[in-house]
């Protein structure tokens, strides 16, 4: 498949995608009932639902798009020129690559948009409730551990490539600090400030940087694969290990077990659903078409942000791609130091979005309800805690992504 090919392939499936989430005028009531306990307001006691009454929270569609592209758009991207690596070492392997990338950020896109709409349908605002209602009350923890369990894995790989980067970073500025001293540091200052913030609305200018930063990586990433920088004579191909050198060969089917890494990636890279109920009830005038504007902007751009980051940084590095691509670049590197900064700025503010799902999953499967504030400072502490350590203690963040997808 030629990169034409590859790019037509992108457009049809975006084409579809499109169409796919045009809301219509009227959209019908579902035909199960709800349980009295989750029953539904007037709007949704009618029979029809036409978008004209709303209500919701604070937030505007420009805001949430940039909060949901942060939360879309972090740690995943980063490896998913490693999960091309495992199956293929040579340039034609990206275009089944990006093919993958665009048909699972689709679907994504529909699940996220699904989600929405069936909190609207239901009355409901978290997972577990939405499933109480549409299906069983007593199944409804499978809905509940899973998106708990799935957030967990997000959070702890934001936190191994946070370490990392700022590790990185202190070493380009001429201190030797370890993977786990940078860690602690940046947890205690930065990221449990943030993590007990409770209204995320204040993070939408950040976010608005945070995307930037991972452009601005795309651009970094694209300079320095088109120079050959990092090509065998190039300016800074002699400062890498042999292990983290350029390497091509002829291996490029996407057909062999290997493959399903890089799906286990991308399920998890995608991963945003966890907040797909918080969205819906914090967008402003919360009608269905709204939100499907949310969730269609949104996911357009992670995927184009995500097809180029992963063929450009597996085009450069081939078959040696690293866990985390960033590592494979030279710390003299000055243009990929200030992408390290950049990338940095970018998952500490899209950390607090991802830890505050996995933190309501904790509390929905707790059961409570209306917890107090001293308890949720108390829960958060707790939590990024434990995360912490994971993180020092785990070496390699693509096997986190692969296993959790």
């Given at each position: 498949m030629t990169c034409r090919a590859a790019c037509l392939a992108i457009t049809s499936l975006l084409l579809c995608f499109s169409h796919a989430f045009q809301p219509a005028a009227v959209i019908r009531q579902p035909t199960f009932s709800v349980r009295p306990s989750f029953q539904a307001t007037a709007l949704f006691e009618t029979k029809e639902v036409t978008g004209v009454l709303s209500s919701g929270g604070t937030a505007t569609v420009s805001q949430l798009i940039f909060n949901l592209v942060k939360g879309i758009v972090g740690a995943g991207v980063l490896s998913l020129p490693a999960?091309?690596?495992?199956?293929?070492?040579?340039?034609?392997?990206?275009?089944?690559?990006?093919?993958?990338?665009?048909?699972?950020?689709?679907?994504?896109?529909?699940?996220?948009?699904?989600?929405?709409?069936s909190c609207a349908l239901t009355g409901t605002?978290?997972?577990?409730?939405?499933?109480?209602?549409?299906?069983?009350?007593?199944?409804?923890?499978?809905?509940?551990?899973?998106v708990t369990l799935k957030t967990m894995f997000a959070v702890l790989a934001y936190s191994m490539i946070l370490g990392d980067t700022f590790a990185s970073l202190l070493a380009t500025a001429g201190f030797a600090v370890s993977k786990s001293m940078a860690l602690v540091g940046v947890t205690s200052t930065l990221?449990?400030?943030?993590?007990?913030?409770?209204?995320?609305?204040?993070?939408?200018?950040?976010s608005l940087l945070g995307s930037l930063g991972m452009v601005y990586t795309a651009?970094?990433?694209?300079?320095?694969?088109?120079?050959?920088?990092?090509?065998?004579?190039?300016?800074?191909?002699?400062?890498?290990?042999?292990?983290?050198?350029?390497?091509?060969?002829?291996?490029?089917?996407?057909?062999?077990?290997?493959?399903?890494?890089l799906l286990g990636m991308l399920s998890t890279a995608y991963m945003a659903h966890f907040n797909a109920p918080k969205f819906y009830t914090e967008l402003k005038d919360n009608t269905i078409p709204r939100y499907v504007k949310v969730v269609a902007t949104s996911f357009a751009i992670s995927i184009g942000l995500f097809a180029s980051m992963a063929g450009i940084g597996f085009l450069t590095f081939g078959g040696n791609s690293a866990g985390l691509i960033l590592n494979n670049y030279s710390s003299r590197d000055g243009l990929m130091s200030i992408s390290r900064f950049a990338v940095a700025l970018s998952l500490v503010f899209s950390y607090p979005l991802a830890f505050t799902g996995a933190r309501d999953g904790v509390l929905d499967l707790l059961k409570v309800n209306n917890a107090s504030n001293k308890f949720l400072n108390l829960l958060t502490v707790g939590l990024l805690s434990g995360i912490t350590g994971l993180a020092i203690i785990i070496p390699d963040v693509s096997f986190v992504m692969a296993f959790a997808g």
């Open positions: 999960g091309i690596a495992k199956y293929g070492n040579a340039p034609g392997a990206v275009a089944p690559a990006v093919f993958l990338i665009a048909a699972i950020g689709s679907l994504s896109a529909y699940g996220f948009a699904l989600i929405g709409r605002k978290t997972f577990r409730q939405a499933w109480s209602a549409a299906v069983s009350e007593k199944s409804s923890w499978i809905p509940a551990w899973s990221l449990l400030p943030l993590c007990l913030l409770k209204n995320l609305n204040a993070l939408a200018p950040f651009i970094a990433m694209a300079i320095r694969y088109f120079s050959k920088a990092y090509a065998v004579g190039g300016k800074f191909a002699k400062d890498l290990p042999v292990n983290l050198q350029p390497a091509f060969g002829t291996q490029s089917s996407v057909f062999n077990p290997a493959s399903t890494i």
